[in-house]
């Protein structure tokens, strides 16, 4: 996980298959936030007012949160993101710096590495990248550990977020 300036943004409008909303009780403060884990604010819709109500956020294709402006519910949200080929590291400094509570980067047993972050209104988004250095034992434990209907792909030819 050595790239720094992370994943491109696509930018385009298109109809989101899934996106994760949350009620944060300070857009401004929130929107630094996320930013410091490397999503962009691709739009911001005003109230009645002029004020915005609504900030659209954007980290990859298909990985939008929708924030709206109220009265939070603490802890109400958790959300996982595949992080891409960036540095955890380097983000988890960021979110440390836009005081966001941040757990790890940490190994996981089942051969990711999570970064975790709480926002000041206690939404958990979790960064998560494949250890690339476990891929083929990654793929053996899959194969002969986990039950069910599922297909072990095989894994890409570059992984190029080794740690």
């Known amino acids: 996980m050595t790239e720094e300036r992370g994943p491109d943004i696509d930018r385009s409008i298109y109809a989101m298959p899934m996106f994760v909303n949350i009620v944060v009780s300070d857009l401004p403060a929130a929107e630094r936030v996320y930013t410091a884990a490397g999503f ?3 739009a911001t819709i005003p109230g009645p007012d002029g004020a915005p109500v609504l900030v659209h956020l954007r980290r990859q294709k ?3 949160i929708l924030m709206t402006h109220g009265v939070a519910a603490k802890g109400s949200m958790s959300a996982s993101f595949a ?3 960036v540095d955890l590291d380097a983000v988890a400094e960021r979110l440390r710096a836009s005081a966001a509570e ?3 980067p940490d190994d ?3 051969f990711s590495t999570d970064l975790s972050f709480t926002d000041h209104d206690g939404n958990t988004m979790t960064l998560t990248a494949p ?3 476990d891929r083929a034992q990654a793929v053996e434990w899959a194969s002969e550990a986990i039950t069910g209907d ?3 792909p095989e894994p890409p030819s570059t992984f190029s ?3």
Request: charged content about 15%; glycine content about 8%; proline content about 0%.
């Open 131 to 133: 250890r690339a250095a």
């Open 83 to 85: 992080a891409g080929d």
């Open 108 to 110: 996981t047993a089942w």
């Open 40 to 42: 962009v604010t691709l």
């Open 161 to 163: 977020n080794a740690r």
């Open 102 to 104: 941040v757990t790890g």
């Open 62 to 64: 298909y990985q939008d």
């Open 150 to 152: 599922f297909i072990v």
